[in-house]
């Protein structure tokens, strides 16, 4: 639905809004049903990843040691972040079905750091990176009570939780206090970004984490407004564009099928082959997990140039201009106004 809001002249502070003529007054379960038919493929893709998503998941929930060698920490670990990922890769299915693609990049986004988590532990030294990543959750958790300590009101509260997570503290200790120190921020140690490329994932950084950061942060006003030529405002408060909406699933695919296929491979499920069968399409826009398969060269998940590429340029340019347009061409709008 689009809401036109008529800028009066500067003498006049009064603002008119009205709905614009012929839009339709659509329900919840109206919307619900025309975002199923227009996008009955991609939903249906993404339902059957998510099924077996589920099936992996309660087919092994009290697994042990696997067939490689992890220990039942490692196996809980990776599990734990496989089961997140999947609850928000059923966050986004909700949202997408009631035409918010806005708010479900917020939950990609999530969703694709979730993933980089999993590749990250997995990539080497997993059984150090696995109490790494737990002291991180400590330390992390003990920074925030340090600001309580300091805040009126939470002091109290702040240096009893202090003193229950240093309890917990000293199986980690051998990795020594400055590392210690580093893991306060991320369960790297460094910056996300650098975490990106030490996994292989610069590109995708760059592209899909950088757009999908947008929403995250408020950048994403053009995706709600727009100047009309006579000086109107035009107010997106209904069903987002459809190529939005594909751009969202397409993504969700690719994130929830990377982490399953490593999460499979590295705690010895044995789910390869029928994971590979829910593989993303081969041209998608803005597919950014791929494995390089020729002679020796290493395995590196890197998006090819795509149509999220091209779009990312296209929007480069309108910035540039101080253009206010939409994110995405509004050519095929799920809702018609």
């Not at 689009?2 to 012929?22: M, N, W, Y």
């Not at 919840?28 to 049903?33: G, L, P, S, Y």
């Amino acid at each position: 639905m689009v809401l036109s809001s008529a800028v009066d002249s500067p003498e006049r502070s009064r603002t008119t809004v009205q709905a614009l003529p012929g839009t339709p007054m659509l329900g919840e379960e109206d919307a619900q049903a025309s975002v199923e038919r227009a996008l009955a493929t991609e939903l249906a893709r993404l339902d059957a990843l998510l099924v077996l998503a589920m099936k992996l998941l309660t087919a092994n929930a009290t697994i042990g040691v696997g067939p490689s060698g992890i220990t039942r920490k490692t196996a809980g670990v990776l599990l734990g972040l496989y089961a997140k990922a999947i609850k928000t890769a059923r966050g986004v299915r909700l949202l997408a079905s009631a035409s918010l693609a806005e708010d479900g990049m917020v939950l990609c986004r999530t969703l694709l750091e979730t993933t980089v988590a999993i590749f990250h532990i997995t990539r080497r030294d997993t059984t150090r990176r696995v109490d790494e990543y737990l002291a991180h959750v400590l330390m992390r958790t003990q920074m925030v009570m340090e600001r309580w300590a300091e805040t009126p009101g939470l002091k109290r509260h702040g240096r009893g939780l202090m003193k229950k997570v240093q309890r917990h503290l000293p199986p980690y200790s051998y990795l020594g206090e400055s590392r210690l120190k580093q893991l306060r921020g991320w369960y790297s140690g460094e910056k996300l970004e650098q975490t990106f490329k030490n996994c292989g994932l610069n590109k995708a950084y760059q592209v899909s984490y950088r757009y999908l950061t947008g929403f995250q942060h408020v950048s994403d006003l053009s995706s709600h407004v727009e100047f009309t030529d006579d000086g109107g405002l035009a107010l997106r408060s209904g069903s987002s564009d459809l190529g939005q909406m594909r751009m969202l699933l397409f993504l969700t695919h690719q994130f929830l099928w990377a982490a399953m296929h490593q999460v499979s491979r590295k705690v010895g499920l044995g789910y390869e082959a029928e994971i590979e069968s829910h593989r993303p399409p081969a041209t998608g826009p803005g597919r950014c997990f791929t494995r390089g398969r020729s002679g020796r060269r290493k395995k590196r998940l890197l998006p090819p140039r795509s149509a999220c590429d091209r779009f990312l340029e296209r929007r480069a340019d309108q910035v540039t201009a101080g253009s206010l347009a939409p994110t995405f061409p509004r050519k095929n709008p799920i809702v018609t106004r």
